[in-house]
C-alpha cells in the first residue's frame, strides 16, 4: 500500500535531521556536501534523508548528477496546517483549562498566605 | 536514542488509522472496541495504534483496566503548528508563483483567442 501524501509528509517531519535540513533549505538551495556539513554522519546518510524528504515532495532537487542542488518545497506543509487547524478548539480549550486551574491554584495559595499572616 | 516530542508527535501523526482516530476522539472519549468498529482490523491492531498515540502524548487512557476509555489530548498539535508556521511564507509565495504563472497562461490564451477570431 503506497501511503497517502499527508502520511508521507508527517512521516518526513518525524526527524530532526531531516526538520533541521528543512530549516537549512529555508536559506537557499544547498548540495548534498553543504547540507551534511553541520551533521556527525556521513553523506549516504545524509543522501538517504534527503530522498525521504523528495519521496514527500518537501525538496526538489537539480538535475545536475555531480551537484543536485536541494531546494524547499513548502506546499505540502500546507495540507499539514490545514489537518491540525482542525485541532486548534482541543488545544486551546485544554490551555484554558489549565489556565483555570493554574488561576484557582493561585487565589487558594494567596488566600493560605493571608491566613498564615494573621 | 529517544526521539524528540516534536519528532514522536509527527510520527503519530503519519499513519491515517490513526488521524481516523483522533478524529472520532474528537467527538468524545471512545473503549477500544468503540474505536476498532470503523476499521477493518483487529482490536489488538487498534491497541497498537492507540500505544503510538499515548506514547506521543496524544490521548490519555482511562485507569479502569476493563475499559480504558481513551481521550484527545491536542496540545502537542500545537507543537506541531508552531513548527510548521515557520514555513508558511514559503508556501505562500510557492502559491503565489503558481498564481502568477497561471494568470499569465491565461492571458496569453486569450490573446491567441482574440487572434484567432478576427
Known amino acids: 500500500m503506497t501511503p497517502d501524501r499527508l502520511s508521507l509528509t508527517f512521516a518526513a517531519l518525524a526527524d530532526p535531521t531531516r526538520r533541521a535540513i528543512l530549516a537549512r533549505l529555508a536559506l537557499g538551495k544547498a548540495t548534498v556536501t553543504e547540507l551534511a556539513k553541520p551533521f556527525p554522519m556521513s553523506g549516504p546518510a545524509v543522501a538517504k534523508h534527503l530522498r525521504v524528504l523528495e519521496r514527500a515532495g518537501l525538496i526538489l532537487r537539480g538535475r545536475e548528477a ?53
Not at 87 to 93: D, K, N, Q
Not at 94 to 99: G, H, I, M, Q
Open 66 to 118: 555531480q551537484w543536485r542542488p536541494s531546494e524547499l518545497e513548502a506546499r505540502p506543509l500546507k495540507d499539514a496546517v490545514d489537518w491540525l487547524e482542525g485541532y486548534r478548539p482541543f488545544w486551546e480549550a485544554s490551555f484554558d483549562r489549565l489556565e483555570t486551574y493554574l488561576s484557582e491554584l493561585q487565589m487558594k495559595e494567596s488566600k493560605n498566605g493571608r491566613r498564615k499572616k494573621r
